[in-house]
């Protein structure tokens, strides 16, 4: 059983950055892939970005160029990192894990931690 945790959530102004990390406990973290998705109020849980255990990544166009997403096997973390927030980016992030290659329908998910992007 993998349990993930999330951290770096928090309230920014539109053009400010933040970074998500997801600490993974409980399972051979460089074999899985890492996701994070998001979840805004009335709207359906959304993959933002991944990155599988080769380190080959996939953004959202809506991220494309603004996020990036890396993972430290040495401290079982995956990270988040964004840049040039905007209002539209606020939401729910949800870090993902997943045996195999692919981003999707991940195994296990972490709590959730709030992002809202807000002048």
């Known amino acids: 059983q993998v349990q993930l945790v999330e951290s770096g959530g928090g309230l920014v102004q539109p053009g400010e950055s933040l970074r998500l990390s997801c600490a993974a406990s409980?399972?051979?973290?460089?074999?899985?892939?890492m996701s994070w998705y998001r979840q805004a109020p009335g709207k359906q849980r959304e993959l933002v970005a991944g990155?599988?255990?080769?380190?080959?990544?996939k953004y959202a166009d809506s991220v494309q160029g603004r996020f990036t997403i890396s993972r430290d096997n040495a401290k079982n973390t995956v990270y988040l990192q964004m840049n040039s927030l905007k209002p539209e980016d606020t939401a729910v992030y949800y870090c993902?894990?997943?045996?195999?290659?692919?981003?999707?329908?991940?195994?296990?998910w972490g709590q959730g931690t709030q992002v809202t992007v807000s002048s």
């Open positions: 993902g894990a997943r045996q195999g290659v692919t981003w999707y329908l991940p195994t296990y």
């Open positions: 990155i599988t255990k080769f380190s080959r990544t």
């Open positions: 409980g399972g051979i973290f460089d074999t899985y892939t």
